[in-house]
């Protein structure tokens, strides 16, 4: 038996009567919404929004940048995100002297890996839309990273995420549950994605899937699965294959490390972890203390392996990780079903229809 997990579930239990104030008070605010007493803005201009209804693990920096892949060589794109966990405030727009700190990690991430794109962070996305236009004049698409319950803009197309799973259907409001919005906002959502599927998932499994969630007529439904590329050195960024005999140190500070764990577990030998919390800030402790752990390890086969959004938090480092086999393993999503140009077509038609009324 799991103890850890058991006291896990009786704590979160104990905590259902603050869940049923929380989910009373998101109640009131969507009701507030729908009857245009607080009002949200709708900019002439393409936003798309992905979000989710619960807290974090859903892929939704994977999906960003699934987006921008597949839309930055046809569109001048801006993402905006909130900037979790960054040590500054206001609106900053990411440029070659930003930092992780400055802007948090996941949007630094993009800034590293799309330097052709506009990367902004604000608390306030309804003053920073018209101050992205203001200092990129050339964008024509913005994308709204984890925004779906910030109802003060309402964006054109709305993504909604959901996990394999884990669907948002089963869940419950904080901190019982995972919920952050009630579930009938997902009927705000023009394409729910249902993320982190098995690569083999099977039809008749979709069709029960879309059968649980409900669609209403103008929604569409897609499924996402995983895929790892090959690893490469933080620094140097030489590519280096994963065998069977590789022994590896895990380390990441992510929501839901599973599928990178399970990833793992099928392509090394085996594999330890040094686990951190979510958007961890590392220091130079943290690093020692994962450079002595990995000398621990008896092979000669080994590395260490960290996530894309772990690596922009540990860059910082750069006099020491030249001395460690650290290697980054990237991530990506693809469309199952063959759906995948499809699901993109249309993007596509949402953001040209705007630039045909011009």
């Not at 929604?219 to 699965?225: L, V």
């Not at 280096?240 to 380390?251: A, G």
């Not at 839901?256 to 399970?262: A, C, G, S, T, V």
């Not at 390890?297 to 590395?303: A, F, G, N, R, V």
Request: proline fraction near 4%; charge should be neutral; hydrophobic fraction near 40%.
């Amino acid at each position: 038996m799991n103890f850890n997990a058991v006291f896990l579930k009786t704590f979160r239990f104990i905590l259902l009567p603050v869940s049923i104030i929380y989910g009373l008070v998101v109640y009131i605010r969507n009701f507030l919404f729908d009857k245009k007493i607080l009002r949200s803005v709708k900019f002439n201009f393409p936003i798309i929004c992905v979000g989710n209804l619960v807290m974090g693990g859903t892929g939704k920096s994977t999906m960003v940048e699934f987006l921008v892949d597949h839309l930055r060589h046809e569109f001048q794109l801006a993402t905006l995100s909130r900037g979790y966990k960054r040590r500054t405030k206001g609106y900053i727009m990411a440029s070659e002297k930003t930092g992780a700190l400055e802007i948090g990690d996941e949007p630094m991430q993009f800034h590293i890996k799309y330097p052709d794109i506009s990367v902004a962070v604000c608390e306030d996305r309804l003053l920073a839309v018209p101050q992205i236009l203001q200092d990129k004049p050339t964008t024509n698409v913005i994308i709204l990273d984890d925004a779906f319950q910030h109802r003060a803009i309402e964006a054109g197309m709305n993504i909604l995420l959901t996990q394999y799973g884990d669907l948002y259907i089963h869940d419950f409001f904080l901190p019982s549950g995972d919920l952050r919005d009630k579930k009938s906002s997902a009927i705000r959502a023009n394409i729910i994605v249902v993320t982190k599927c098995p690569a083999g998932l099977k039809e008749d499994e979709k069709k029960a899937i879309e059968k649980k969630l409900h669609l209403t007529e103008h929604q569409s439904i897609y499924f996402s699965t995983i895929e790892y590329g090959l690893p490469y050195h933080i620094l140097s960024k030489e590519e280096r294959l994963l065998s069977n005999q590789d022994e590896v140190l895990l380390v990441c500070g992510i929501a839901n490390p599973d599928p990178l764990k399970k990833y793992l577990e099928e392509h090394t030998a085996v594999y330890y972890q040094q686990n951190f919390s979510d958007h961890h800030i590392y220091s130079i402790d943290d690093l020692k203390n994962i450079a002595k752990k990995f000398a621990q390890i008896q092979c000669t086969d080994k590395l260490i392996l960290t996530t894309e959004k772990d690596a922009v938090r540990l860059h910082k480092f750069e006099s020491t990780l030249l001395d460690l086999p650290f290697y980054v393993l990237p991530i990506r999503n693809r469309i199952l079903f063959n759906e995948e140009e499809k699901f993109i077509a249309t993007l596509r038609h949402y953001i040209t229809g705007y630039q045909n009324q011009e």
